[in-house]
């Protein structure tokens, strides 16, 4: 009997990994979180990747935007002002799809006596 067991073990053994391993067609499906920004948003709004990866098609808009830029014009803060004047144009650029509104203040109060502030070198 001991011999009849341990022949069957050896067989199950031998087969385990052919049986094992057979192939398996998986049918792959969004995620439910997928599904529901589809019912959201519409069809295409999240399609399954052919890796199996949800994949999010999506639009951003803005509204009006207010920008504030205040300069600390001390002098020691010289090399961040430069800093700030040679990155100020791609800063700009970036606005490019934006309704927006800017101001640029400084932390000088200096007033030339008629109710306006001067800058330096007519700036």
């Known amino acids: 009997?001991?011999?009849w067991f341990w022949r069957l073990l050896t067989?199950?053994?031998?087969?385990?990994p052919v049986i094992g391993c057979s192939g398996v067609a998986?049918?792959?499906r969004p995620s439910k979180m997928c599904q529901a920004y589809q019912s959201e948003f519409g069809a295409g709004s999240c399609v399954l990747t052919p890796e199996g990866y949800n994949q999010?098609?999506?639009t951003v808009t803005v509204g009006s935007v207010d920008i504030l830029v205040v300069d600390d014009n001390s002098g020691s803060m010289y090399p961040e002002q430069v800093e700030m004047a040679n990155r100020f144009p791609g800063?700009?650029?970036s606005l490019v799809r934006l309704d927006?509104?800017?101001a640029i203040t400084t932390t000088d109060v200096k007033n030339n006596g008629g109710g306006f502030l001067s800058f330096p070198?007519?700036?």
């Not at 067989?11 to 385990?16: I, N, Y």
Request: charged share 20%; no cysteine.
């Open 11 to 16: 067989l199950a053994a031998w087969a385990s």
């Open 26 to 28: 998986f049918d792959s």
């Open 56 to 58: 999010f098609r999506y």
């Open 121 to 123: 070198n007519g700036q």
């Open 91 to 93: 800063f700009l650029d």
């Open 100 to 102: 927006y509104r800017i």
């Open 1 to 3: 009997m001991k011999t």
